[in-house]
């Protein structure tokens, strides 16, 4: 597992690669972000479960998991935001939202 260096370094050098206008576009959080992602990806069916809390001590891997269910990366790392990316493009987390919807929606209709 990476620390917690390696991945702000990781997060920083992707986030030099982003225009003034791409960052504008990419949106994250913290604690409360991962809680709230972590309700939507539960509802879409995309974890088993929701965090209720989120701390330092608390893990992201089904969080990560989650999303990468949903067709997402998302990048996250205790007090950093969290960034997502939908086929190597940039995205708000509203965008990423969006798209979990989607592909959860098409998941059902396949039921």
Known sequence: MATREENLKKINDELEKLSDDELDNVAGGTCLQNIQDSQVLHKLGFMDFEFRSFGIFDSVDPLIEGWKKAGVQVITDYGVDN??????NWVS???????????????????
């Open 93 to 111: 987390r509203n965008d990423a939202i969006a798209y979990a919807e989607k592909k959860a929606a098409e998941m059902n209709a396949g039921n």
């Open 83 to 88: 960034v997502y990316k939908i086929n190597e």
